[in-house]
């Protein structure tokens, strides 16, 4: 069975930090590419970051800088590192898995605005809510 799980969401204070993990189990992780989205509440979804299989990565213009992803593939993890949260990064995170032969290049459309292709994408975790609030 194919699962994408999201965790480390959290409330965190501004200019803090969370480390949001994605642990995927029933396909081979490290063949395909991992992006994150987020959707604030009232928004539509965006695209955070991507990493392909090379380990190269993509950012949406307002979190590089600040976010950080990574892939562990022997942990079948990837990981998205984000630091001086801002309030609005308040948002649900997802990760997803697509393109099997493993390249972001075919999902990021525009790092302005998070423009990532979500039709590309094969699986899909349920989601982790991270709020940031003082």
């Known amino acids: 069975q194919v699962q994408l799980v999201e965790s480390g969401g959290g409330l965190v204070q501004p200019g803090g930090s969370l480390r949001l993990s994605c642990a995927a189990s029933?396909?081979?992780?490290?063949?395909?590419?991992i992006a994150w989205f987020r959707q604030a509440p009232g928004k539509e979804r965006e695209g955070v970051s991507c990493?392909?299989?090379?380990?190269?990565?993509y950012y949406m213009d307002s979190v590089k800088g600040r976010f950080t992803v990574s892939r562990d593939n022997a942990e079948s993890t990837v990981y998205l590192q984000m630091n001086s949260l801002k309030p609005e990064d308040t948002a649900v995170y997802y990760c997803?898995?697509?393109?099997?032969?493993?390249?972001?290049?075919?999902?990021?459309?525009?790092?302005?605005?998070?423009?990532?292709?979500?039709?590309?994408?094969?699986?899909w975790g349920e989601g982790t809510l991270v709020t940031v609030s003082s």
């Open positions: 990493v392909s299989t090379d380990d190269s990565a």
């Open positions: 997803a898995a697509g393109d099997p032969s493993g390249g972001c290049n075919t999902i990021v459309i525009s790092t302005t605005g998070g423009r990532w292709r979500e039709h590309a994408m094969d699986y």
């Open positions: 029933g396909f081979p992780l490290d063949h395909y590419a």
